[in-house]
């Protein structure tokens, strides 16, 4: 059980953490013909539009009402107004998701009575679904802002019903997985001959697809009458903490029940998902898991050499740092430090001492001396200044290709993660020199530590 | 009026740019602010205008006070390079949480300025403001003096929030900030009738690297940079240059021509991208500094420099001639680098279908328009959707541009080149226009083209009588793709 400790620092050096609006536009991009919209100055678009253009090296829809020093003071009812009619003329999208920032929260701007009162005066907007999420950029962090754009989709888009689709799973997917992971979540339920509605659906619109035109809006996606149709899911299936308040809300109103899977990631979660399925489709695991699952199991025998005591520094958001933690833990490496963006129930339970809610400099100095570090690309100058082996993972991944498809979830995602992280162990395996053998005067310092070389290990046990 | 609403409106009516010299003293007045539309609106804010403009100082510690959609969601994304410190490229923001927004913010910045100091102690510290402290009225100017007076170290107050308008505005508000608190307050150990400063330089992917020998070799000392790969002591120093050279279009017009003010320094406007230009700009530099008081024969030892680097230049650029001569291209981009780039790729024989105009001054269209003897190709706005289907109608071989638009050529299944500030390969001097004609020529004869531009066999109209002969071929064992070609 780990402690829960906060940085102390009044500045914020090297930050892990993006901001809750951003992670509000990525749930939104996830939609179909959707067309996500911040309100606040033009720049915090910007900059969420280029962090996403480089991860998924795609052209994102993303939009904003423009407010400058004057509007943010008088209110922004009329940029709000003018953006929403603009962007019916141009791109008219499906769904507007409608996002605050921090200048538009700290001003008070009632969003909802804004939208009321345009609502009223364009009816034109009528065939366009807006839906509002309160996401000041002065709290919280971007996984944060992915579970409220979440919750508030299902709270003003999901319907209650008394239909029953018992052949209907709904995904709740947290914004670590990759739109390589909902694929795989998606051919899992699949194959039970059950019909996933996953939301929101990044393997539908940002998997690396050749539209056949260009839109201003998002292709591909969860579309609305999907959303809508959730209420008569049988099912409802969380993966990360973050989606739980959505599916409970989902529960509230059209009662349908549901689980949340703190990971997907690692032999004893896959085994209760599929077993969880196998009980909801009321069929028999099909084959081609068995198969998976002996493979998995194999990997784990292969790599098990190749992980064990390895010390590991991972820093992530919380549902991120759960999954990656559990899994090199439970492949028999430790935890040298782990740090994270924002609070969560789980961290907790993270396999670590402690867990620290700070930034990469905090990641740096509890790193040294780590066998890898483990974070997103902004990890990259501390890698280089320790001389530790880097393994990327999270967004942003600017600068490596395939952020989008890799596959963590699941036996077989489980399986490529063996492979990935117990490769790079493998290619800085230490060859021994005949230094190494030498017996020291004094003795090490510590046994964790000092003892895997010859003469080191004598000394300490 | 506040102090921040004053310098923006003097700046909105700088008279050095060009685009405002072409006002009536009303228009003028009214400044350059153009309204944004809301939702249709791209571009970066003021703030990140100041910081694209002052963070390649890469000595100093750039500390953004504000929540963390601004640094958090941009830090060390830019390709400015050092040859030093790299403190430049590390992230530090007061990361604004609500007790800050319900108190202020003033405490937690101090302190913050405090913490940087006590770790990695850099010369100098430059604090950005962002919106919501401007919102709630943190006054940071107050903070830098105190922190500032407090630990002997100078601090600087860049106050560009974003909400008072574009990256442009940002750029010449952060040189606003060098002009009031840096430049000017040291002096050079020593001095040269050959010292310039570089003004609009960011060295991107290390461009400055690229020319700066062909300074050395005249004798040209750069003094400063302002500001790629720039020290804070060196920047401070600049009021002691003779000559000035404004790069980057008209960014920093206003640093220099308040420094001509100022400090006499006389300038001019120049681009180093493209072999005439950046032959133009060592000449023009050259006359300058005679003007000055440098050494007479330095315009004859530029002349015999120019004569042997153009000659070079052809000559490596003589093979491509052949491979380009008559490629489209499509050159999306702002500011500088359409013109510079136009004239460039003419030299090797490609034609230009089409140049935006975003972004530029009525100079650079002017400009445009004389080297491609028309303004029929020049758009104002190409949104992405006609931008692509252009690409798909192949009305353009290549397409250069920033990478925002990246994606809209690929999934057109065109070659694409990047150009802007986050390319990857240094593109100035003459061994830059080499590589930019490289890189269009590695792109154009690719092969994945002629790969992705195929269809599946099974989407092709007789694919079953294809796939027929194909299988009969295989059998008779002779080489199948060749009669699947
Ligand atoms: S617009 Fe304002 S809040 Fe947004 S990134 Fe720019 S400075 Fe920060």
């Known amino acids: ?461 | 009026m506040s102090a921040l609403q004053q310098k923006v409106a003097s700046v909105l009516e700088e008279p050095g740019c060009a685009t405002n010299q072409a006002k009536g003293e009303k228009e003028r007045k009214a400044g350059c602010k153009k309204q944004l539309t809301p939702g249709a609106a791209a571009g970066g804010c003021a703030f990140d205008g100041a910081k694209i403009a002052l963070q390649p100082i890469v000595d100093v510690a750039h500390l953004v006070h504000g929540p963390i959609a601004c640094e958090g969601n941009s830090w060390d994304s830019r390709h400015t390079l050092s040859s030093g410190s790299h403190i430049y490229r590390t992230g530090f923001t007061t990361d604004m949480n609500e007790m800050d927004v319900v108190y202020g913010g003033e405490k937690k910045l101090y302190r913050a300025i405090k913490e940087i100091i006590d770790k990695y102690d850099p010369p100098a510290v430059f604090v950005y403001q962002t919106c919501l402290p401007a919102m709630i009225g943190d006054d940071i100017e107050a903070v830098c003096k105190a922190a500032a007076a407090k630990f002997g170290k100078p601090v600087i107050p860049v106050n560009a929030p974003g909400f008072v308008g574009s990256k442009n505005l940002g750029n010449k508000l952060g040189g606003e900030a060098l002009l009031d608190y840096v430049i000017g307050t040291r002096e050079p150990e020593y001095t040269t009738p050959c010292d310039i400063n570089l003004i609009g330089e960011y060295n991107v992917v290390g461009e400055l690297w690229q020319v700066k020998p062909l300074f050395d070799e005249l004798g040209i000392r750069i003094l400063a940079t302002i500001s790629g790969d720039g020290r804070y002591n060196d920047v401070a120093t600049a009021h002691k240059a003779r000559a000035a050279i404004m790069l980057c279009s008209q960014a920093l017009i206003n640093v220099a021509r308040k420094m001509e003010e100022r400090y006499g320094i006389p300038f001019f406007e120049g681009s180093f991208y493209g072999v005439s230009d950046m032959s133009d700009a060592l000449r023009k530099i050259s006359a300058l500094l005679v003007r000055q008081g440098g050494p007479a024969d330095l315009p004859e030892r530029a002349e015999a420099l120019i004569a042997r680097e153009e000659a070079k230049a052809w000559a490596r650029l003589e093979p491509y001639k052949a491979r380009l001569k008559g490629k489209r291209v499509l050159l999306f981009t702002g500011g500088v680098k359409s013109w510079s780039v136009v004239s460039a790729l003419q030299e090797v024989g490609m034609e230009i279908v089409g140049t935006s105009m975003r972004k530029t001054t009525a100079n650079d269209r002017e400009k445009v328009k004389e080297i491609m003897g028309t303004d029929a190709h020049m758009f104002d706005e190409l949104p992405p959707r006609e931008m692509y289907r252009m690409l798909r109608d192949s009305q353009a071989d290549v397409m250069l541009s920033g990478g925002r638009s990246q994606f809209v050529a690929l999934k057109a299944k065109t070659p694409w080149v990047e150009i802007n500030q986050e390319r990857h390969h240094a593109l100035a001097g003459y061994d830059g226009i080499v590589n930019l004609v490289d890189e269009i020529d590695k792109a154009l004869y690719n092969p994945v083209w002629q790969q992705v531009r195929q269809p599946a066999p099974w989407e092709r109209p007789d694919w079953e009588q294809d796939l027929e002969e194909w299988q009969s071929c295989n059998q008779e064992e002779c080489a199948g793709e060749v009669c699947h070609g």
């Open chain 1, 1 to 461: 059980m780990a402690e829960v400790k906060h940085s102390r620092k009044a500045c914020a050096v090297n930050p892990l953490k993006m901001s809750q609006p951003i992670g509000a536009a990525l749930a939104f991009l996830g939609m179909d013909q959707a067309l996500p919209l911040l309100h606040g100055s033009q720049g915090c678009t910007a900059f969420g539009l280029v962090l996403f253009v480089k991860h998924f090296r795609e052209t994102i829809p993303l939009q904003t009402t423009a407010m400058n020093e004057v509007t943010t003071i008088l209110g922004g009812l009329e940029n709000v107004e003018q953006a929403l009619v603009n962007i019916h003329k141009r791109a008219a999208p499906a769904l507007v998701g409608l996002i605050s920032t921090g200048i538009t929260e700290a001003k008070g701007d009632d969003v909802d009575g804004f939208l009321q009162l345009i609502r009223q005066k364009h009816p034109e907007l009528a065939d366009m679904e807006v839906v509002f999420v309160s996401t000041p950029d002065f709290a919280g962090a971007f996984q944060d802002g992915w579970g409220k754009a979440v919750l508030r989709m299902v709270e003003t888009i999901a319907k209650p019903s008394n239909v029953r689709r018992p052949w209907q799973v709904n995904i709740l997917p947290g914004c670590h997985l990759t739109p390589g992971d909902i694929e795989e979540v998606k051919e899992m339920v699949e194959a039970f001959g059950l019909t996933p509605v996953v939301l929101p659906d990044l393997s539908g619109s940002m998997d690396g697809h050749i539209p056949e035109t260009f839109l201003p809006t998002t292709l591909g996606g969860t579309r609305l009458d999907e959303l809508r149709s959730m209420g008569e899911s049988a099912y409802t299936l969380v993966i990360g903490e973050q989606g739980r308040a959505a599916a409970a809300k989902l529960k509230d109103i059209a009662g349908v029940p549901y689980t949340v899977f703190d990971r997907l990631t690692g032999l004893k979660p896959c085994d209760d998902f599929l077993a969880l399925l196998s009980r909801i489709a009321n069929t028999e695991v099909p084959p081609r898991f068995k198969r998976q699952r002996s493979q998995l199991l194999d990997a784990m025998l292969d790599g098990h050499f190749h992980f064990g005591k390895k010390k590991v520094a991972v820093a992530a958001e919380p549902d991120l740092l759960y999954a990656l933690t559990t899994f090199l833990t439970e492949m028999g490496a430790e935890i040298q430090v782990a740090v994270t963006s924002t609070e969560s129930p789980l961290l907790n339970r993270v396999p670590a001492d402690e867990v620290l809610i700070g930034d990469l400099e905090d990641f740096e100095q509890g790193a040294v001396g780590a066998d890898l570090l483990i974070t997103h690309a902004h990890g990259r100058q501390a890698a280089a200044r320790l001389g530790i082996p880097f393994w990327r993972s999270g967004l942003p991944t600017f600068d490596r290709l395939g952020a989008a498809h890799k596959v963590s979830v699941g036996y077989r995602g489980t399986r490529n993660l063996i492979f990935e992280v117990g490769n790079v162990f493998i290619e800085n395996l230490h060859e021994a020199v005949p230094d190494d053998f030498r017996p020291t005067a004094e003795p090490a310092a510590s046994c964790g530590t000092g003892c895997a070389h010859g003469a080191a290990a004598v000394a300490c046990h």
